[in-house]
């Protein structure tokens, strides 16, 4: 960070510029000072000086927005104190979000009063700095599309298999939104599998993520548990269970699995990745869980698509922030083009 003379946030040394990225949860706000290397250069992200504050959002929206403004104000600050300088701010933010408004179009009860909120004005007039906002799901896919696991591949499937499923389309360095602000909802996909089975959006019409997302994973095995079989805490429980052949647990895990793959098939069918690339708790579910996965999405794709690489994402926890700071990179380089 230091001993590199800078002019307007771009290095002299090798063209890194610098951001100050947030990735808003329903829990905390994160903050880091990223350094972006070329997307042509082989070199990585820096991601430095990470603070987080708690997002108490049942405060709700208003109170959420100042202290995230004040917390942003206090880091620019910071930044010209250290003598770090700052080309823009990149926000991935929880909820769906109007990247051309910098509104937030809508949340889940998790964040009450954060629909409607206008971050990227509110955020910008305080700090005097151009500011970018999307969705935290599609920063993350940006991050891993540009400098992660799908560095190299013009268009990519980003899939975030955690707690739920959210996925991202990235089309060389641009993040397909959609008409409504929600492509890439890939948790909602319909699959038999999930049929009465009742969905974080409501529906018990059969959707992947209540059978496939960590807590799906341990719904399901709940859902068709036999008596003689012992209750499991949660996916990693039962993922462990698996790993050592228990043979209920490795039904469970590959029929959530293959039925994920079935959906990333029908995904891939209608988009065309180079890769598909899948971060969050559950890829850590072992080679049943892979196994299944890569069978369905074999069954499901059409002879072309059989051979995308399905990936694990490289960028880990700071593929939020990464992305952020990349879709900013990106947005004001279309800008300027
Ligand atoms: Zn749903």
Redesign the pocket.
């Known amino acids: 960070m230091s001993g590199v003379g800078t002019t307007d946030g771009v290095s002299m040394a090798n063209g890194e510029r610098r951001y100050l990225a947030f990735d808003i949860g329903g829990t905390k706000i994160a903050s880091g000072v990223v350094s972006l290397p070329s997307v042509d250069s082989l070199a990585q992200p820096v991601v430095a000086d990470v603070e987080m504050i708690p997002t108490l959002a049942d405060r709700g929206g208003d109170d959420v927005r100042e202290r995230l403004v004040e917390f942003a104000v206090r880091r620019i600050e910071r930044c010209a104190h250290d003598g770090v300088d700052i080309v823009g701010v990149g926000i991935g933010s929880a909820g769906v979000v109007d990247s051309s408004s910098g509104v937030i179009l809508s949340a889940t009860d998790l964040m009450p009063g954060w629909a409607g909120q206008h971050i990227t004005a509110a955020v910008g007039e305080a700090t005097g700095l151009p500011v970018h906002m999307v969705g935290d799901v599609g920063a993350h896919g940006i991050g891993e599309a540009l400098y992660g696991a799908g560095r190299g591949y013009p268009i990519m499937l980003s899939v975030g298999v955690g707690t739920g499923i959210g996925g991202a389309v990235v089309d060389h360095g641009r993040l397909i939104t959609g008409a409504h602000g929600v492509a890439g909802?890939v948790?909602?996909m319909p699959h038999g599998l999930g049929t009465g089975m009742r969905?974080?959006?409501?529906?018990t019409s059969g959707?992947i993520?209540?059978v496939a997302s960590g807590t799906g994973i341990a719904d399901l095995f709940e859902s068709r548990r036999p008596d003689d079989v012992a209750p499991a805490a949660n996916a990693a429980a039962i993922a462990r269970r698996a790993a050592a052949g228990e043979r209920y647990a490795v039904e469970i895990l590959t029929m959530s699995a293959r039925a994920l793959g079935e959906c990333l098939a029908g995904m891939g069918n209608l988009i065309d990745p180079a890769a598909i690339v899948l971060s969050g708790s559950v890829v850590n579910a072992g080679e049943v869980w892979w196994r299944a996965l890569r069978e369905g999405f074999a069954d499901g794709a059409l002879p072309l698509l059989r051979s995308t690489p399905l990936l694990r994402g490289r960028l880990g926890g700071d593929a939020p922030l990464i992305g952020a700071a990349a879709a900013f990179a990106a947005y004001s380089d279309i800008c300027h083009a």
């Open positions: 909802h948790g909602h969905c974080s959006c409501g529906t959707h993520e209540p």
